[in-house]
């Protein structure tokens, strides 16, 4: 249905000049009422141009009504021709209304013209017949049971459509009059005599007529049924009242068969219905044949049968489900023993443990104690036991006394007995338990004796005391050695392992682990023999029973694994381009040290960027102290040189442990050290100026040790020498200030001039500490010299003077480079690059 707006909207698109509309709307048309579906209310056209096509696109539609309703719809009969018909959906009821209907029908072509009209439907009132409601009009069954007396049984209701109000009377007659019943004109039905359903007839047709008031008819068809009673009591026709049966009889066996008659029904005995009113699980009853059957389990010696094995029933007959008539009568079942139960126990499969020193005559079961017969009777609830057998019972194991279920130990179950232990200690008796009636039922019995041992002897380590070595470098989860404990005792219990003391330290809190079933002892974490070079560890075994400690000392193996450190790590050097062949650089010492190596051990050498290998350590094997030296010149002018500057890795080895320790594998680690080197070219201009001296001081000092035997001799020498050295520094100093004048003159000279300022004039002092143990030799690779050094302080000394040695050459301030003016007329000197260095000469 369409909203009013969509309406207006349609009818805004119908236009005058287009050739689309309708043929016979509007239009005025009736329908009766009530019609049945497709009842025709009005038929039209709808007329087109000749150049549309003949088949509309669009059926035309009702798109509303007023009222609304979905009693009509349009049905097509051709391509133009079209009909309004009754829907079905709804019922036109001219005395409930509504009367008029006016119908909006819309059509559209395929160009999108339209048209609209209106088809007004006048509903017409029908004289219509009383009617039956519901079911009545079909027709009605009336029941009415056998004795009943003369009376009322039914009242008839009908009505009329017309008679909306309801007050216009209607007449009801039976169209065939019977004898027995009689009808009043309001329609009440009434029986004038007395039914007998077994003197007949059974049951009654009466056809009922209803007129209205303009003689208009309806009818419907009542059906009475005469319902027949009982009068008599079923009797039992059967006389056995006690049966007697056998025990466990099968579900299902008929046991018993119940017959009566009903006189009321003589010949229709399958109309008797049978049932048991004792409340049993023992039997039950066919209802329609009365033959009683086995229910349940019929156990004479279990339950209340075993006390009583008699079962009363009640056996209950009727004529009718329900409201008939009915007997009872009273049977038993006496229920008979059989011997169906063989002698039973309570467990057919015993476990005993025994101790191993159980004293021969021990009882270790009775059982008489778990065995029985369910069977009520005698000889059925007797029975006895067979000798005892089973593999490794012999002469181990009897009944005593014979027959009694008495099983008594007779033989040695010594756990440790060769006999017992190829037998496992473990044995198996059987034993049979049997009725001494037919049909001799029979049950095994299964002992399992399992000797259980005790507890002899003491659980021992096989080793008072275990003695493992793991080596420094080893990783963790190494395996160190395993421990091992038993005892003589057999069957041998499971150890479990444990690490008492001594596996901790503060930095490491676990350091072992031991597998606690095998004993095995592992690496948690990494020893270090610096650290800790021994463990003593307590080692606990137990296996249930028995306890044992034992100790293990570990013992770490020192090996090579700490790399030599040096100082500095890093360093910038200048140097200048004519520097001397031997001369250590700006006075470099590299200084090594290693926690397990000797300083006699290191070796020095320079990888990469040692280009023309212009630079060599001194010495480069067997001190912790090296010094670095210009090994040979430099020559940018030939073209052989071609950087300036040079960055020198250098590879500080260390070939051995420190002596006296015990020797591991020959490892070598190796420390790195960084180097920078630039050389300085030639100025472009030197000027000549006089040079600053600078006063070279070597102040030696004597360290000794404690615990040499000589030290008292060795102090008083010292002092002596002591004295001496300070009358000896006396005399330098008075030389180094008489030096220290004649400087200051010529810088006042150079000052007025204008060529150098601010010149000083540095003293630099170096204390050497010496040892006086020098326990190692060695050749210089520069000068050739040989000089002794102190293998733990790295002290040297030249083995001859100084100046016999070859290529030795006093050190002169002079062979410095100068300073070089910055190119600007009495301009400031540039600063020479050794300056803010320290300048240290050759020493001895």
């Known amino acids: 249905m369409f909203s009013a707006v969509t309406l207006l909207a349609l009818l805004g698109t119908v236009s005058e000049g287009e050739a689309l509309h309708f043929l016979d709307l509007p239009a005025t048309a009736s329908v009766a009422e009530n019609s049945p579906p497709g009842t025709l209310v009005h038929q039209f056209a709808v007329n087109l141009s000749v150049s549309r096509s003949p088949v509309l696109p669009r059926f035309p539609l009702i798109i509303n009504s007023s009222p609304l309703t979905e009693a009509f719809k349009v049905n097509a009969l051709s391509g133009t021709k079209f009909e309004v018909v009754t829907s079905g959906k709804e019922q036109l009821d001219f005395e409930t209304g509504p009367n008029i209907f006016d119908l909006q029908i819309y059509v559209k072509d395929d160009v999108e013209v339209t048209d609209l009209q209106v088809l007004t439907v006048q509903v017409t009132d029908v004289e219509e017949l009383p009617r039956f409601p519901g079911s009545l009009a079909k027709g009605l069954n009336l029941y009415i049971m056998e004795g009943t007396g003369p009376g009322f049984i039914y009242q008839l209701e009908a009505f009329d459509p017309e008679d909306t109000n309801r007050n216009i009377p209607l007449s009801y007659f039976l169209v065939s009059p019977i004898n027995n019943f009689n009808m009043s004109a309001n329609g009440t039905l009434f029986s004038t005599t007395t039914f007998d359903f077994e003197a007949g007839p059974n049951s009654y047709h009466l056809p009922v007529e209803v007129r209205d008031s303009h003689g208009l008819r309806a009818s419907t068809d009542l059906y009475v049924n005469i319902v027949n009673i009982n009068d008599e009591r079923p009797r039992f026709t059967s006389l056995k009242r006690v049966y007697r049966i056998p025990e466990e009889l099968s579900v299902g066996t008929i046991v018993a068969n119940i017959t009566a008659e009903d006189p009321d029904d003589k010949g229709f005995a399958h109309f008797l219905l049978y049932s048991i009113t004792t409340v049993n699980s023992y039997f039950r009853i066919s209802p329609l044949t009365g033959t009683i059957q086995v229910a349940g389990r019929l156990d004479r010696d279990a339950g209340e049968l075993r006390h009583n094995p008699t079962i009363s029933l009640e056996v209950l007959v009727k004529d009718r489900p329900s409201g008939g008539q009915e007997n009872r009568m009273q049977i038993s079942f006496v229920v008979e023993d059989i011997n169906d139960h063989p002698a039973a126990c309570s467990q057919y499969s015993f476990s005993m443990l025994v101790p191993e020193n159980a004293a021969q005559g021990t009882l270790l079961l009775d059982l008489h104690k778990f065995c029985f017969d369910e069977d009520c009777e005698v000889p059925y609830n007797q029975f006895n036991f067979t000798v005892p057998s089973g593999v490794g019972s012999s002469g181990r194991f009897s009944q005593d006394p014979a027959d009694s279920g008495k099983i008594v130990l007779t033989g040695n179950l010594d756990y440790e007995n060769a006999s017992n232990l190829a037998a496992g200690n473990q044995y198996t008796v059987i034993v049979q338990v049997q009725d001494i009636a037919p049909p001799y039922y029979k049950n095994n019995i299964y002992i399992y004796i399992i000797t259980s041992p005790e507890n002899e002897f003491p659980l021992v380590f096989e080793s008072p005391t275990y003695l493992f070595e793991v080596s420094e470098l080893n990783p963790a989860r190494t395996r160190i050695g395993q421990v091992h404990a038993m005892d003589k005792d057999f069957p041998q219990s499971p ?198 001296r600078i006063t070279y001081e070597v102040l030696q000092e004597n360290v000794y040790s404690s615990s040499m035997w000589y030290v008292p001799f060795t102090i008083t020498l010292g002092s002596m020498l002591l004295l001496g050295l300070l009358g000896f520094l006396t005399v330098l100093l008075a030389k180094a200030i008489r030096r220290h004048c004649k400087t200051r003159k010529h810088s006042k000279t150079l000052v007025k001039k204008g060529v150098i300022k601010n010149t000083k004039r540095e003293v630099v002092v170096e204390t050497i500490r010496m040892n006086t143990i020098f326990d190692g030799e060695a050749i210089d690779p520069v000068t050739g010299a040989q000089y002794e050094f102190n293998s733990q302080t790295g002290a040297r000394r030249w083995k001859k003077p100084t100046s016999q040695m070859p290529g030795w050459k006093e050190f002169n301030p002079r062979d410095l480079p100068q300073a070089e003016p910055t190119g600007e007329p009495n301009g400031p000197l540039r600063s020479s690059p050794w300056e803010g260095n320290k300048l240290r000469g050759n020493r001895a």
């Open 495 to 692: 150890v479990l392992y444990s690490i008492t003391t001594g596996e901790a330290n503060l930095q490491y809190p676990n350091v072992f682990w031991i597998n606690p079933r095998t004993g095995e002892l592992q690496l948690v974490t990494p020893v270090d023999y610096e650290t800790i070079p021994v463990y003593v560890l307590r080692i606990q075994a137990t296996n249930g029973e028995d306890r044992s400690l034992v100790t293990v000392t570990v013992n770490v193996l020192e090996k090579n694994d700490e790399k030599p450190v040096c100082t500095p790590q890093t360093s910038f050097l200048t140097i200048p381009v004519d520097l001397k062949v031997g001369t250590n650089i700006q006075n470099f010492k590299l200084t090594c040290t290693d926690l397990d190596s000797s300083p006699r051990s290191f070796r020095y050498s320079i990888g990469p960027g040692n280009i023309n290998r212009h630079f060599t350590f001194s010495p480069n094997a067997g001190s912790n102290v090296s010094h670095l030296l210009l090994a040979t010149r430099f020559d940018y002018t030939g073209g052989l040189d071609k950087i300036w500057d040079y960055e020198l890795l250098v590879y500080i080895t260390d070939d051995n442990l420190l002596s006296g320790r015990k020797k591991a594998e020959a490892l070598v680690e190796t420390g790195t050290v960084t180097l920078s080197v630039r050389v300085i070219p030639h100025p472009a201009t030197i000027v000549t100026t006089p040079r600053p």
